[in-house]
């Protein structure tokens, strides 16, 4: 296997780690307080440049599965990761997906 054919079976993981990267950077310029709307612009932005060829493809299809991602996130509890506070020494710390400080994530019903 020489460098050439390495090269050319990274490119996909590259553009789709870009994707993820660029996917928080578009939310984050977004105007839009719902998180709905927002990640589903990013959704959609992802899906439209899926389609294209090459590199921009496999950027289109990172930002379209961290958008998924943060939909699912904000809607399923405890999808995105650790909800429960962690304890060290017997002290909580802060939880790693939840900053609200709660124990549950959103749209956990007590």
Do not use: C, W
Not at 38 to 62: D, E
Not at 68 to 74: D, Q
Request: net charge positive.
């Amino acid at each position: 296997m020489n460098f050439k054919s390495i090269t050319k079976q990274a490119m996909p993981a590259v553009g789709v780690t870009a994707g993820v990267i660029a996917a928080k950077k578009v939310a984050d310029l977004i105007p839009v307080g719902n998180d709905l709307t927002r990640n589903g612009i990013v959704v959609l932005a992802g899906l439209f440049l899926s389609g294209k060829k090459g590199i921009i493809g496999n950027v289109g299809l990172g930002m379209a599965a961290s958008g998924i991602h943060s939909l699912a996130a904000t809607y399923v509890p405890g999808i995105a990761g650790f909800d429960r506070p962690v304890f060290i020494n017997g002290t909580p710390t802060a939880s790693s997906s939840n900053d609200s400080g709660s124990e549950q994530g959103p749209g956990y019903q007590y």
